[in-house]
């Protein structure tokens, strides 16, 4: 897969878990805060403004890092297995 293609890979699934993580504060169901997390832990990755909105809520909700910390090592999981299943499908 070329750079390019896992830019906007990663690009697309940030934002996608930025909606969901919208949903979620509305929605018992789903997590919100976790997947804003998420989204923006794979976004900070590519636009600076997600990294430092990232940063600011980590200093702003200190007691909160431990989320941002697990959001980030999941991202890192779930964009890892997209893009290497993208590279095995070409």
Known sequence: MSPRAV???KIIVGWSFLVL???GL???ILQGVLFLAIGLSILATE???AER???WARRRF???ARVFDQARHRAERWVHR???RR???T
């Open 62 to 64: 200190p007691h909160a």
């Open 7 to 9: 830019r906007i890979t």
């Open 82 to 84: 997209i893009v290497h």
């Open 87 to 89: 590279k095995h499908k």
């Open 53 to 55: 909105l990232l940063a």
């Open 26 to 28: 509305f929605l018992p």
């Open 21 to 23: 993580g919208v949903l």
């Open 47 to 49: 636009q600076e403004w």
